[in-house]
């Protein structure tokens, strides 16, 4: 609908026309405002807030190899870190794309935790590497609650059930 000032001849047939007023802009206005914090309120975690995140974690681990992110269209592992070729010992972690957008800050930091997990595996005990092992290093840096929505997010994708408690470790009691 176009906002149109009527002239005298329409003012008789005011029910097709809008009539353009102060009220309208400042509607308009807000409604454009509302929508930019909305859209503000949760930017999607990308590949360089991921990097920042691996390096901080890198850090905190005592991992002296680089690790590089990548975020692709398509992993089948849908998030998986592997070893590159050359002299330099660097990992690349792939991060699915579509995996990725969906996920909190905490569980992109669970994420992260688990990969880099794998990370000191391989350059600590390298034939030892399990998905438990890489949780409990992960668990250095996150709880073991943020890594469990993880875990249903990636069974929901992969249609299969995940065993917690052979992944996670069993739960520990609670204090009483």
């Known amino acids: 609908m176009a906002f149109v000032r009527p002239g005298p001849q329409d003012s008789t047939n005011s029910s097709r026309v ?19 914090l909305v859209r503000a309120e949760g930017p999607r975690p990308d590949r360089e807030f991921v990097q920042g995140l691996v390096d901080d974690s890198r ?11 990548a975020v692709v ?9 592997e070893r590159q070729p050359g002299p330099d010992g660097a990992f690349l972690l792939l991060f699915e794309e579509a995996f990725l ?14 990969e880099l997990g794998h990370v000191w595996i391989f350059t600590h005990h390298p034939y030892l590497q399990t998905e438990q092992l890489a949780n409990q290093i992960a668990m250095r840096l996150v709880t073991r609650e943020s890594l469990e929505p993880v875990y249903a997010k990636v069974q929901k994708r992969i249609g299969d059930a995940v065993d917690l408690a052979r992944n996670l470790g069993d739960k520990p009691a609670a204090d009483h």
């Open 59 to 69: 850090n905190r681990l005592s991992i002296p190899q680089e690790v590089r992110v």
């Open 73 to 81: 269209p398509k992993n089948a592992l849908i998030v998986s870190v």
């Open 18 to 36: 809008v009539r353009f007023s102060p009220a309208w802009l400042f509607l308009a206005l807000c409604v454009g405002v509302s929508y930019q």
């Open 101 to 114: 957008v969906q996920l909190t800050e905490d569980e992109v930091k669970a994420v992260v935790a688990h």
